[in-house]
């Protein structure tokens, strides 16, 4: 039988998670209605009541009660949550999962939703949804929906949202229901074929896809990750699951966003995860030639005078400086040196992307000399090994290049094994 878990305050949101219950078991699913409401009595009777919530997180609800720090409280909240709906997936009970909430609501859902595996059904209906929903949705594949008006009461305009909230998660734990039971449980990176993760962006498509063509041509399955900061700390939170065979960071864009105060960041540990768990890694350059900021009227004062271009109307960029470059070169080698696993660095020489190609307008010989000469400063002595390309990172021969240089990689591992 399909299951989904209903997550959520049953003190402030009880009579909204009865009705989105009501339409669930009319659908002909099984619901699970775990509470993870505070201080005021639940309006609903739950499956999982807050004091089991509260005890999974290792505290008790008076004690949450007693200290009086909503922060904390919710904190705590969402610690149970999580481990609850951890627990109901073990125990196949867990098809898919929907919560309905504020701030604070959607801040203890998706936390609980984050930990759960990709695939399994995840929707949040939130007055936050509109906004930036980075904090909430993070790498996981949360499906997140604008309440439009605060959820507070069914009326006109809450009920055919929330009514479309569930026929959506219904019809989605019935499929992951059903492809469970034909194919049996699975773990990401488990196929027939190994995983190899590839980081791209639009100005270094053409190089990356005729990496990941041959990638594929030679039996592996490529999952292709967008450098828009998002992307990165994907590739490298599954990097650091150990799912990949190997992994083809062609394109680090995001390092130069988090240099520069870019918008796109991924963090100041973008390039860690692969090395730390020791998988072997092809990496280049792409895209350090340039920052990415919001609209153009939205750019930085300091960025104004630098070399901009309109990417969209939603990204403008600038051109990285031979300082910035340098900078940048140093930082990519000392993420490399720290690699325990096989690490070979291929070396575009003519350009980091369309825009840096011979000819574009972010063609720098003496930028992206820089980068070239910090990065080899850098690594002298390291296990890193440098190859240099007398290319561009888009030439179809270099992405080739790429690919076969990891593929012997990671059949010297095997081999070596």
Same mark, same amino acid.
């Given at each position: 039988?399909?299951?989904?878990? !209903? ?6 949101? /009880? ?82 999962? !929907? ?131 998002? /992307? ?5 939170? !599954? ?19 988090? !240099? ?25 350059? /792409? ?131």
């Amino acid at each position: 039988m399909t299951s989904v878990v !209903l997550v959520g305050t049953l003190d402030t949101k /009880g009579v909204e998670y009865g009705w989105l219950r009501e339409r669930l078991l009319r659908a002909g699913v099984e619901v699970v209605l775990v509470d993870t409401g505070i201080m005021d009595e639940a309006r609903v009777p739950a499956d999982v009541p807050r004091e089991a919530v509260a005890r999974a997180a290792g505290t008790e609800l008076a004690d949450l009660r007693a200290a009086a720090d909503r922060g904390a409280a919710v904190t705590a909240m969402a610690a149970g949550a999580e481990a609850t709906l951890l627990r109901l997936h073990a125990e196949g009970r867990l098809h898919g999962v !929907l919560a309905i909430g504020g701030s604070g609501g959607t801040s203890i859902a998706t936390r609980a939703m984050r930990a759960l595996p990709l695939g399994v059904p995840k929707v949040m209906v939130s007055s936050m949804a509109s906004g930036d929903v980075a904090p909430y949705v993070g790498s996981s594949d949360i499906s997140m929906m604008y309440s439009v008006v605060d959820i507070a009461g069914i009326n006109s305009v809450s009920a055919p949202v929330l009514a479309n909230a569930a026929a959506a998660v219904a019809a989605m734990a019935g499929g992951f229901a059903r492809a469970s039971r034909e194919r049996g449980p699975t773990r990401l990176g488990a196929g027939s074929r190994p995983l190899i993760a590839a980081s791209m962006a639009g100005v270094t498509t053409i190089g990356v896809d005729a990496a990941r063509e041959r990638l594929t041509e030679l039996g592996y399955e490529v999952l292709v990750f967008h450098v828009s900061g998002t /992307g990165g700390r994907t590739l490298e939170k !599954l990097a650091g699951q150990g799912i990949f065979a190997g992994v083809l960071d062609l394109t680090l864009s995001e390092l130069a966003d988090d !240099l520069c105060g870019g918008i796109l960041t991924a963090g100041p540990d973008r390039l860690s995860a692969t090395g730390r768990a020791g998988v072997p890694q092809v990496v280049s350059l /792409g895209a350090l030639d340039m920052v990415k900021f919001g609209p153009l009227e939205s750019l930085p004062e300091r960025a104004r005078y630098r070399r901009v271009r309109v990417h969209n109307p939603s990204i403008t960029v600038i051109r990285t400086t031979a300082a910035e470059c340098a900078e940048l070169g140093r930082r990519v080698a000392a993420k490399l040196r720290a690699a325990t696993g096989p690490t070979a660095v291929c070396v575009p020489l003519r350009g980091l992307s369309t825009l840096g190609a011979p000819g574009g307008p972010y063609h720098d010989p003496r930028a992206d000399g820089a980068l070239f000469s910090a990065l080899r400063e850098g690594l002298r002595g390291s296990a890193a090994r440098l190859y240099d390309h007398d290319t561009h990172i888009n030439d179809p021969a270099f992405g080739r290049d790429a690919a076969d240089r990891l593929h012997a990689m990671i059949g010297a591992e095997r081999a070596a094994a």
